[in-house]
């Protein structure tokens, strides 16, 4: 591949295959927010025979991640992420590789292929998280209290949205919902939420759903394990959701951790 700096998509485009182009963090945004308004669009078209790889901002001293979603909603194949940084970014982005079996590659799905197809109508996701099983503690430890779980279900989306000037903006969002804490039950915790949370997904080809399982503390609840699942692959009834630690693997105390949840969406 030669790389060249981007100047307009409408230029670029006409450009060879073997062209490509590398777009860091900040620029994301600023080239989905310029005009024309259609600069989603036409990054997604040139992503139809061209690369683009996009990589963290220079100012992430700290190795931490930006959230991938929005990147792969523009059709964006080369998403780069700090891999030493086990962050929320990374396990999304273990997640949706995961759907086709670790090989690397997945399937673009029609609407970020810019071919001016219709998209998804927004979906209403309901979830009500019914039980755990065999959660362990943060990181594996075999000694210490016995943790007090609660879970936290969060939807990574792309939505649009019209400013005061009634100008387009696309942009990532967070949305999420968090149970109450057991005290003091690792081995068969039960919330059993008597009502569905929901989510309102505007852009289900490439959104994200992260179930996080946290333990309560008095000071600063820690992270204890989690599972993100493309909102594609979700499927309604009862599910039970495996759990991953923080390197997106299920070995030693995280082998048979879960999740009983109830999906649904229309």
């Known amino acids: ?12 485009i006409q450009s060879p295959p073997s062209h490509m182009h590398s777009i860091s963090e900040p620029k994301i945004t600023k080239i989905i927010d310029q005009t024309p308004e259609n600069a989603a669009g ?5 992503n139809l025979h061209h690369m683009t790889r996009t990589y963290p901002a220079g100012a992430r001293v700290d190795s931490s991640n930006y959230n991938p979603v929005l990147a792969w909603a523009m059709g964006c194949q080369m998403v ?15 997640g949706r590789f995961r759907q086709n079996g670790n090989c690397g590659y997945v399937l673009k799905p029609p609407a970020v292929l810019g071919l001016g197809g219709e998209r998804e109508a927004t979906k209403r996701l309901k979830v009500r998280v019914l039980s755990g099983s065999c959660l362990p503690k943060p990181d594996g430890e075999t000694i210490g209290e016995v943790i007090d779980p609660y879970v936290t279900v969060a939807v990574h989306d792309v939505v649009t949205r019209r400013d005061d000037d009634s100008k387009k903006q696309v942009f990532f969002q967070m949305i999420s919902h968090s149970t109450a804490a057991i005290n003091n039950n ?3 915790p039960v919330w059993n939420e008597t009502k569905f949370h929901e989510f309102a997904v505007e852009f289900p080809e490439v959104a994200m759903v992260q179930f996080k399982l946290m333990e309560s503390d008095v000071t600063m609840d820690d992270k204890v394990a989690d599972a993100s699942i493309p909102f594609s692959c979700l499927r309604r009834g009862y599910r039970s959701i495996q759990l991953y630690d923080t390197h997106g693997t299920r070995t ?9 949840v109830e999906i649904d969406y229309e």
Do not use: I, V
């Open 1 to 12: 591949f030669h790389g060249t700096k981007y100047k307009a998509f409408e230029t670029s």
């Open 42 to 46: 036409l990054w997604r078209r040139y």
């Open 80 to 94: 780069a992420l700090n891999f030493q940084s086990e962050d929320t970014p990374l396990l999304l982005n273990d």
């Open 186 to 188: 690792g081995y068969c």
């Open 252 to 260: 030693g105390p995280f082998s048979m951790a879960t999740l009983l």
